[in-house]
């Protein structure tokens, strides 16, 4: 069974830090690129950074750029969005996500599975 699961959300306040973590199994995690998500209330979902399974290349969202680092573990199957400089606009659910073969890394429509989400809530 394939499965996504976020941890680390949860609530902070404005310029705080929390990092998020992907753990996944029931697939080949190493042939896979992760992207990380989120959606907020009333708004479409936003791709904010990926991984590429091949070299590792890194892309963001320039709403979160300079402020977030995303980085993988192989060996753990596991994926991080180290999130700083946090801000009330960060607030959402996280969500994170598998693409077997991609071409436009934060297009959410590219990606095969998907976690459950979590929240992360930053209070001004």
């Known amino acids: 069974e394939v499965q996504l699961v976020e941890s680390g959300g949860g609530l902070v306040q404005a310029g705080g830090s929390l990092r998020l973590s992907c753990a996944a199994s029931g697939f080949d995690f190493e042939n896979y690129a992760i992207g990380w998500f989120r959606q907020a209330p009333g708004k479409e979902r936003e791709g904010i950074s990926s991984i590429s399974d091949t070299d590792g290349t890194t892309y963001y969202a320039d709403s979160v750029k300079g402020r977030f680092t995303i980085s993988r573990d192989n060996a753990k199957k596991t994926v991080y969005l180290q999130m700083n400089s946090l801000e009330p606009e960060d607030t959402a659910v996280y969500y994170c996500?598998?693409?077997?073969?991609?071409?436009?890394?934060?297009?959410?429509?590219?990606?095969?599975?998907w976690g459950q989400g979590i929240q992360v809530t930053v209070s001004s």
């Open positions: 996500a598998a693409a077997r073969l991609i071409v436009v890394m934060l297009a959410a429509n590219e990606y095969d599975y």
